[in-house]
């Protein structure tokens, strides 16, 4: 079946520094991918969706200088965080639809600031 | 049961039972519905979906009822078993858009 692979599963980065997330569909293209953020015993909040070839779209509240997203390919989108702040810890998780009722998601990606 | 700040309402059942996790969604122009569930640490995975002109559909220990009149959703599960411990969402989709939304959440605790 479709598969959306998402590297790394976890992280930990010293504060002011940038940390890569990626997100690979693996067995169908994704012209659009989208980022969550999950606080602890929270739901899943849409943080901005990724266009392959064009820019990202960001909710509002979303700073798109903060977390830049790339989608430079129809299998691979990337999400970085720069200048981490502890604040910025959370689990971000990524999702990809195959179709336009079926989506896929990432098995998540555990960032820590310290 | 309704969720109070930032707490996950919590189901708790014995193995065997069958659990009745509910949904209220928001948008009324929603016409495709999907429940996943998420395991501590993991990624939501797919359990099942039901389009708006359906009321019922039903997979392996799985039924999805939907009641569009008053924006409800809920998930059975049949003879939950341990392994069915997760935090259950359910999530809203407006074919018009490529987004879904997604509910608060429930936390199933099944005991042995």
């Known amino acids: 079946g479709a598969v959306v692979s998402q590297h790394p599963s976890w992280v930990i980065c010293k504060s002011g520094t940038s940390v890569k997330i990626e997100c690979r569909s693996l067995?169908?293209?994704?012209?659009?991918m989208f980022w969550y953020r999950q606080f602890p015993k929270q739901s899943l909040m849409l943080m901005a969706t990724?266009?392959?070839?064009?820019?990202?779209?960001?909710e509002q509240g979303v700073e798109k200088d903060k977390f830049l997203i790339n989608h430079a390919s129809l299998t691979l989108s990337t999400l970085t965080v720069t200048s981490a702040h502890p604040e910025d810890s959370s689990f971000y998780i990524c999702?990809?639809?195959?179709?336009?009722?079926?989506?896929?998601f990432g098995q998540g990606t555990r960032l820590t600031v310290v | 049961g309704e969720s109070v700040g930032l707490h996950l309402p919590t189901l708790s059942v014995q193995e065997g039972d069958n659990s009745i996790i509910n949904c209220a969604y928001s948008?009324?122009?929603?016409?495709?519905f999907i429940w996943y569930k998420q395991e501590s640490g993991k990624g939501p995975q797919f359990i099942i979906d039901?389009?708006?002109?359906?009321d019922k559909r039903q997979g392996q220990r799985v039924t999805v009822l939907l009641n569009k009149t008053v924006k409800h959703l809920s998930l059975q599960i049949a003879a939950t078993q341990p392994g069915d411990s997760a935090v259950y969402f359910c999530?809203?989709?407006?074919?018009?858009?490529?987004?879904?939304?997604f509910g608060k959440g429930t936390m199933l605790l099944v005991s042995p």
């Open positions: 999530a809203e989709k407006d074919s018009g858009y490529s987004t879904l939304t």
């Open positions: 990724s266009n392959e070839g064009s820019k990202a779209t960001y």
């Open positions: 067995d169908f293209q994704a012209t659009t």
């Open positions: 948008n009324s122009a929603s016409d495709y």
């Open positions: 039901i389009r708006s002109n359906m």
């Open positions: 999702s990809a639809p195959r179709t336009n009722t079926e989506a896929f």
